[in-house]
């Protein structure tokens, strides 16, 4: 969580750490799990494998390039605080005059 209160990217080391966490417990064993966006490097991948995660099942969501491209260019960083927004979907505060 401090990570992400920083804006910043969880490191992977403690995304795995999570991951193999939630989905070692009962209700993910018993009733399957779903993730979404991880993993997202190949060393989160890597780390998957190794620990014996394999998914039964993959969805591939077909998207327009136009909308890629508009989630893509309308992110924004904010130098001071390092939190990720977007222009259209979730917009930076307005700045204080």
């Not at 795995?16 to 939630?22: A, P, T």
């Not at 490097?41 to 394999?54: C, W």
């Amino acid at each position: 969580k401090e990570y992400m209160d920083k804006g910043g990217l969880v490191p992977d080391e403690v995304m795995i750490g999570i991951v193999e966490s939630r989905l070692a417990q009962d209700d993910c064993k018993e009733k399957g799990w779903l993730l979404d966006g991880f993993p997202r490097t190949g060393v989160q991948a890597e780390a998957m494998a190794k620990a014996g995660i394999e998914a039964e099942k993959f969805l591939l969501l077909n998207v327009p390039d136009d909308v890629l491209i508009e989630r893509c260019v309308g992110r924004r960083s904010d130098p001071v605080t390092g939190k990720i927004y977007h222009l259209t979907f979730n917009p930076p505060p307005e700045d204080p005059e």
